[in-house]
């Protein structure tokens, strides 16, 4: 399994799995694992088709440790579809917008385990693993309505979720962001709800020390002056409502 290292320290792992691709016209999703010492998270594990793959190699990276948390950005299906397989096959507790916890259930989750999935407040949280506090940030609107990203503060990475997003590249690692801003544009014009809430994410996570951004789907931003060009990007593009009346049309024959 070709996993990428995002950090590693001997004692705090970043492990991005990047080749469960499900196939077919599926979207390609990454999952992201992070290990401090006994205990790990997966973040965003994803739907039926890579959720075997998935739960295998997490259990490989996970070794002796325990996993511990699991974390859902929002409720779409190529995050929560297999949440209850993940729940009757771990000891973990799943964290997802307060907003989505009566939605989610839908997916198929037994009754049985409903108590390990916990809300998070519209304003985040911290999740304190094994003695490392992650932090669970508000980032509503980017694009669902109840969304949320992780800052692991000892690695100083940021999980992005579909903020980054990027499609129909070969590359892992985006090291020309002029290039890369074509992979981007078309999705995050029409998924991200509009300028002013791009604009108070950007302000936002300005003040955090940032080394890479990891979206959940394509590549992701290295090095200050990438993250930096990629929030800058970010906080001037407009999109969503501030182009809502060219929707907004009467079909003709």
């Known amino acids: 399994m070709a996993n990428t290292v995002l950090f590693d ?8 799995l990047e080749d469960f691709d ?20 997966i973040l965003d594990p994803g739907g039926h088709k890579v959720y075997s793959k998935a739960l ?23 995050i929560v579809a297999a949440m209850n397989g993940w729940l009757m096959t771990t000891d973990a507790d799943a964290y997802i917008s307060r907003l989505w916890m009566r939605f989610v259930p839908h997916f198929g989750l037994d009754h049985l385990l ?51 997003a990027s499609l129909g ?24 709800a509009a300028n002013v809430v791009m604009k108070a994410w950007a302000n936002m996570v300005r003040q955090l020390d940032i080394e890479i951004i990891a979206p959940q789907h394509g590549a992701y931003f290295q090095g200050r002056e990438m993250v930096a060009r990629f929030i800058d990007w970010c906080a001037d593009f407009h999109c969503g409502v501030d182009y809502i009346t060219e929707l907004y049309n009467i079909p003709s024959a």
């Open 9 to 16: 320290d001997g004692e705090h792992r970043n492990i991005l």
């Open 22 to 41: 499900p196939g077919g016209a599926a979207v390609q999703a990454n999952q992201h694992v992070i290990v401090h010492d006994a205990q790990g998270m």
């Open 56 to 78: 295998s190699e997490t259990y490989a990276l996970l070794g002796d440790s325990q996993l511990r948390y699991i974390f859902f950005s929002h409720q779409d299906p190529d």
């Open 114 to 164: 409903s108590e390990r999935l916990k809300p998070i407040p519209d304003e985040g949280m911290l999740l304190n693993l094994n003695g490392v506090e992650l932090v669970i940030l508000p980032a509503h609107f980017l694009h669902s309505t109840g969304n949320f990203q992780v800052y692991d503060p000892v690695a100083k990475v940021l999980y992005s979720g579909d903020l980054g």
């Open 169 to 192: 590249m070969d590359y892992l690692k985006v090291t020309d962001f002029d290039e890369h801003i074509a992979y981007m544009e078309v999705f995050h014009r029409r998924y991200m």
